[in-house]
């Protein structure tokens, strides 16, 4: 018994042993397996596990207009993840989820049952959605901040703008044209975890990260919301297809306004047509008609082979010229190339245009810069088509002489007829005022740049008469006549082309005015193009007197004042009572024996800014009105406006504080 025994524990022994050496050989194994063979899968494996890449997106820079307001900024809002993993009740998530982001289950299941460790759910939600899924309570949602876009103002300058999509990327407008500028840096961070997924350290990333820089526009708001509202208006009173208008200051080239029709709101860019974020003023073409003449004027005044008196016979309305015929809207005989602009003659046009030359004509359109981009700061930019001289057939001088068979941007027309405004040099247009990165510092300013001038101070004033004219009564844009200010433009009526016929329509048209204000000394330019207006078409009907509605304004609130017309009783002497443009009206000369009393008749109120009480005081005892004081100093505030009319015999308020040292 004693040797069985023996046996027995020694084979017990072995036994153990050979289970132990085993169990270590096993371990050994494994470890080997884990340790070396694999070390790297494993490594990546548990990284991603107690670590989480997060790129940060940086604050998109602001965009403001001269004057310091904001057009566009960025908010912080919470956009919403998922962590698959820690969720317990997925069909409850499911289900609560889809509701409160109003989303299709399946496809949101779809991104949950996966082997990711992190998931979006909502980019840049509203936040009556967050607090709705916080109260879901469930475990493994969570929120991170994200900039999100946002424009305070709506519609206003849309086209301009443009938007930027989820991922803060420019995608129309200047927020894509300049993109890289705004978005700035992405940040890229990594986050520790603990075995249950709780955040211990941040690791920052090897790139730099900073926010985008900001961007000073030259346009101005009030000016652009004057323009908006207006164009609208007038859209929906003509249910015209489209409109577009711009306000340039001819001397420098900076754009104050583009408005187009129909608009749309950047903030719900998504919920529009495409069609819509097209900023007509750079991206659409069209044929010029009439608002084109002033190149041609310019060019045969420039090249010296008419004179303001010099007569053209026009054919009592309809010309044949090289087997077509033209026509002009009223039967006119002979008439001076002062009354060829001031009535808008196409024959007459077209006999200055063969004087001048098909060659001569085509070096004066391109030099205008037609049939090349201006170069401005926006996308999408189109050039327009003027065909090589070579081509021109033998009618061609003559319809390009009022503005047919060419076609021209917006951007383009009101370019090169503010060429004429500022003494005839071309300047290129600009938006982008100055450039501040995102510590403060200005890394760029934008100045006005000539591209070439292209007639000289003597011509571009003689051009500005004959434009006058037609603003004067008789002429074809007289409905653009602004009382105490004068004003210089040209009508456009010209037919489209019907992309089914390959003809001139017969009912479809573009009815434009192009002009600026004050004529002797301009301030701005403006263009108005209406597309497809209902009922009467005629320039002068549509779109004349849109721009004396936004002219009169704008002189308004630039502080602009009239020169005030004070008629003598029972006389034809006239005082001019204004001072220089753009200027108070704090130097009056009076005549002595002058008639000052203007009770019972209407004039324009005169502009009191900066006026002493004692000054204020002496005009309203010329002009025989009572005048309220408020105040002490100089004058700062009135009713009613500068140049408004008013019937004299009433009581007017001024305001006064004192100078500011």
Known sequence: MGIKRIKWLRFRIILICIVFFSSFLAIFVKGYQLQVLKRDELYKRAYMQQRRNITQQPRRGNIYDRRGEILATSVDVKSIYAQPNRINNLNYALVNLARVLDTDPHKLEKSMVSNKSFVWLKRKVFPDQVEKIRKLEIKGIEFVLEPRRFYPNRELAGHLLGFSGLDSRGLEGIELFYDDYLKGKIGRFVVGRDGVGRNLFTEKGKDSFFDGGDLVLTLDKGIQYIVEKRLKKLVQKTRAKGGTVIVMEPQTGAILAIANQPDFNPNTFWSYRPSNFRNRAVTDTFEPGSTFKPILFAAAMEEGIVKENDLFFCENGQYEYHNKVIHDVKKYGWLSFKDVAKFSSNIGATKIGEKLGKDSY??????????????????????????????????????????????????????????????????????VKEMVDHKGQITGRMYPEVVRRVISEKTASRVVSLMEEVVKKGGTGSKAAISGYRVAGKTGTAQKVDTATRKYSKDKYVSSFV????????????????????????????????????????????????????VKKESDHKLYAGSKVGRPLTDFVFEEDQDWNLEGRETLFPNFSGMTIRQVLKVAERMKIVIEIVGSGRAVDQKPKP???????????VKFQPSSA
Do not use: H
């Not at 081509?391 to 001088?397: D, E, I, K, Q, R």
């Not at 003559?398 to 047919?404: L, M, N």
């Not at 140049?643 to 308020?653: L, P, S």
């Open 362 to 431: 085509y070096i004066y359109i391109k030099n205008f810069g037609f049939g090349n981009k201006t170069g401005i700061d926006l996308p999408g930019e189109r050039s327009g088509q003027v065909r090589s001289v070579r081509s021109w057939s033998n009618v061609a001088l003559g319809t390009a002489s009022f503005g047919q068979g060419i076609t021209v941007t917006a951007l383009q027309l009101v370019c090169a007829v503010s060429a004429v405004a500022n003494g005839g040099n071309l300047m290129k247009p600009y938006l």
């Open 515 to 566: 002009g600026f204000v004050p004529a002797d000394e301009p301030r701005f330019s403006i263009l108005v193009v209406i597309d497809e207006p209902k009922g009467v078409p005629y320039g002068g009907t549509v779109a004349a007197p849109l721009f004396k509605e936004i002219a009169s304004e704008i002189l308004y609130y630039l502080g602009i004042p009239p020169k005030v017309e004070i």
């Open 643 to 653: 140049g408004t009319i008013f019937e004299a015999g009433r009581k007017f308020q």
